[in-house]
């Protein structure tokens, strides 16, 4: 079935470090990909997405590839900020079972120390 | 602002209480879903709908109820609040085409005492 894999966090690296989120996925369809952020006490917000293969999806100094070959999404930013402490998740939209759905992964908890 | 809207923000409530959980959203979105958050757990979906009148289970729909009368409002019933119920959630909405992704709301951080 479908499903997405992240690694475990938390994640902690010093300011203008570079971070790698890994994401890998299984489809039965040709999904597509998304990175949502979410901030303390807050919801999840759309960061970025690719709808097919070889897509790059980039939003503020984040991007992933969509890689269908690895089927992975690995997220990356040069040089993080404080400000990009939250909580990272990585996700898919596919038609299952007739229906389109959405396969969210656990979450990576990133902590970035001035 | 267009978005998503969940009231209230927090909630106490004794165990065999019910209560209902409020989201609308403003963005004529066809797809309307309730997850909840629980720590280490991820999100888990509950219930969600493909458009107004159309409701089916998510993959933890015990102990809740969902009505979805216009595009606009997708309200969460708890019928009888247990302690396991005790979690954050989070409505949120999309177009039929999942390419545009979620637009989440803020979350409702619920306790059952």
């Known amino acids: 079935g479908n499903s997405v894999t992240q690694m475990e966090g938390p994640v902690t690296l010093s300011e203008e470090a570079f971070l790698t989120i890994n994401c890998t996925y299984t489809?039965?369809?040709?999904?597509?990909l998304f990175w949502y952020v979410q901030y303390p006490g807050e919801g999840l917000q759309l960061l970025l997405k690719?709808?097919?293969?070889?897509d790059k999806g980039s939003n503020k100094g984040f991007e992933a590839t969509y890689r269908k070959e690895t089927t992975s999404f690995h997220l990356e930013k040069g040089s993080v900020q404080v400000s990009d402490s939250a909580v990272y998740f990585c996700?898919?939209?596919?038609?299952?079972?007739?229906?389109?759905?959405?396969?969210f992964g656990t979450g990576t908890r990133l902590k970035v120390l001035a | 602002n267009a978005g998503v809207t969940q009231t209230p923000k927090f909630q106490v409530l004794k165990t065999g209480q019910s209560m209902t959980l409020q989201c609308a959203q403003d963005?004529?979105?066809?797809?309307m879903s309730w997850y909840r958050q629980d720590p280490g757990m991820g999100l888990r979906l509950i219930h969600y709908?493909?458009?107004?009148?159309?409701?089916d289970q998510g993959e933890v729909p015990n102990g809740y109820n969902v009505s979805r009368s216009t595009t606009e409002d997708f309200p969460l019933r708890l019928l009888s609040a247990a302690p396991s119920q005790t979690s954050v959630y989070f409505c949120?909405?999309?177009?039929?085409?999942?390419?545009?992704?979620?637009?989440f709301g803020s979350g409702t951080r619920l306790t059952v005492v």
């Open positions: 949120a909405s999309s177009y039929s085409n999942f390419n545009y992704g979620y637009t």
């Open positions: 489809a039965t369809g040709y999904p597509s």
């Open positions: 690719a709808t097919k293969a070889d």
């Open positions: 996700a898919l939209s596919d038609v299952i079972s007739g229906t389109y759905k959405y396969i």
């Open positions: 963005m004529n979105h066809e797809y």
């Open positions: 709908s493909v458009g107004a009148g159309i409701t």
